[in-house]
């Protein structure tokens, strides 16, 4: 299934303030399944699945003074599903070398140092990876956080204490401690 942005026609209970959304939202929601899964079959496949549902519930998602909320929490659940039916299937794709398409070796660097974060991030228990990708990529409050994940500031403020301290023990022991947490 896809969503068509142009085709808010179409569905007179969708109405044009529809574009604009997805084309504003769709890829904070893929940056943010980033962080999550290395896939990007899964990747597609769930933010696809996000604003399919954004579109079908446009009506409510659009009385919302932010929506990111919802559509964090509507993506972590999508992709938790894409990942079942993948694990499921025993269906995986091969992961794209990002890093190829960079031209010079600092940038190499640079981005082999961001992958090696975001790979570490990944190995985290699920609660633990999404409230870090939410502070690294969005850089959101605690209150935010826990709406999205559907837990207390509290256990948002543990989970990123736990995600700190695991990074900074696999960061420092992996490479002899070349990169901090």
């Known amino acids: 299934m896809f969503v068509t942005v142009s085709g808010s026609h179409e569905n007179p209970a969708v109405p044009d ?47 919302l003074e932010q929506p990111r909320a919802w559509l964090f929490k509507v993506a972590g659940q999508r992709l938790a599903d894409a990942q079942e039916a993948r694990s499921r299937l025993g269906v995986f794709t091969e992961l794209p070398d990002v890093c190829d398409s960079f031209a010079s070796r600092d940038e190499i660097g640079t981005c082999d140092d961001r992958l090696h974060i975001l790979e570490a991030v990944r190995r985290l228990p699920p609660q633990q990876a999404a409230a870090m990708a939410l502070l690294i990529q969005y850089d959101l409050p605690f209150r935010e956080i826990a709406d999205i994940l559907g837990i207390s500031v509290g256990a948002v403020k543990k989970h990123l204490h736990l995600a700190r301290k695991r990074l900074k023990e696999w960061l420092d022991t992996e490479e002899g401690g070349s990169h901090g947490a």
């Open 17 to 63: 303030q529809f574009t604009p959304f997805f084309l504003e939202w769709e890829p904070q929601v893929r940056r943010y399944l980033v962080w999550l899964e290395g896939d990007l079959s899964l990747i597609d496949d769930a933010a696809q699945e996000t604003m399919i549902s954004a579109y079908r519930y446009w009506q409510r998602l659009s009385t």
